[in-house]
């Protein structure tokens, strides 16, 4: 498509041409990375702290450019947390949207709530919620709740480890004519570690399991690794792989997706 801006348009035009794909590709890549719109890696989001009391990050990008064609992004993210010595409120929310040529690569809107008990040293019980809505991945509408444990298996000042397993009932709408609905218990396991090797670099790998219980042919599997930078105290640059397995779909979507991202982290 850049040869033929190139052939048929005024110099100037296609330098605009080409702009706007670089603009837009850009702007996919630093899509954030809870857009998959299927498994919540709420394991990335935890900050690694002993500080009690509110923690958190915010973050918001709006650009819309009507060139040759017409872009629009708005991407809002927020993530809270409360500390006390035993326990633990985790709040996201996320909402994005990319838009161009006519056509949609996001349109993402969940929010997750998370609350985390310590019962011993090595031992957290945990009891969530979740909503989310992603038209690119066919959910018109998930809603879920679930229950278990987490259980500590190392943390000093290089290595942090969890496991974690939950039952969870799960009700989903697919964006189908006609709608298709899903009522599940689904189990929800992940393993996952944090990685310390500088003062000012952290390494988080996490990798969910995610089976039906009645069926476990049905699952989903996510695998991600984000590497954080520490600029100064309160601003990090972030890089992110992920691989998302489902291997049924909703609305006949495709069963695997991958991404890698880019972007900047405040945190407070």
């Not at 801006?5 to 590709?25: E, N």
């Not at 500590?152 to 189908?176: G, H, I, V």
């Not at 890698?260 to 405040?266: D, S």
Request: net charge positive; charged share 20%; hydrophobic share 40%.
């Amino acid at each position: 498509m850049i040869r033929d801006c190139q052939a048929c348009q005024p110099p100037s035009l296609f330098v605009t041409c080409k702009m706007r794909y670089i603009v837009c590709g850009f702007f996919i890549a630093v899509i954030h990375k809870a857009s998959f719109g299927q498994i919540v890696n709420t394991e990335s989001q935890r900050i690694q702290s002993d500080t009690t009391g509110w923690l958190g990050n915010i973050g918001t990008s709006f650009l819309f450019e009507k060139n040759v064609v017409q872009v629009l992004n708005i991407n809002a993210t927020a993530h809270v947390e409360y500390k006390t010595p035993k326990s633990l409120y985790l709040f996201l929310i996320n909402f994005s949207l990319l838009k161009g040529s006519g056509q949609t690569f996001d349109n993402n809107l969940f929010y997750h709530l998370r609350y985390n008990y310590k019962i011993s040293k090595l031992l957290r019980w945990e009891v969530f919620t979740q909503m989310q809505q992603n038209s690119v991945t066919g959910i018109e509408l998930r809603l879920l709740a679930g229950t278990g444990p987490r259980f500590k298996l190392a943390d000093n000042k290089q290595l942090s480890l969890y496991a974690a397993t939950a039952a969870m009932y799960e009700y989903e709408k697919e964006q189908t004519l006609p709608p298709v609905y899903h009522r599940d218990v689904r189990s929800s396991s992940y393993i996952s570690a944090t990685y310390r090797p500088f003062q000012n670099t952290e390494i988080i790998g996490t990798f969910f399991y995610q089976p039906l219980y009645a069926d476990f042919k049905d699952y989903r599997l996510l695998n991600e690794i984000i590497v954080k930078f520490k600029l100064v105290k309160h601003l990090s640059i972030t890089t992110g792989w992920s691989y998302l397995y489902d291997s049924r779909p909703a609305a006949l979507t495709p069963k695997l997706n991958y991404s890698v991202n880019n972007g900047i982290e405040y945190n407070f």
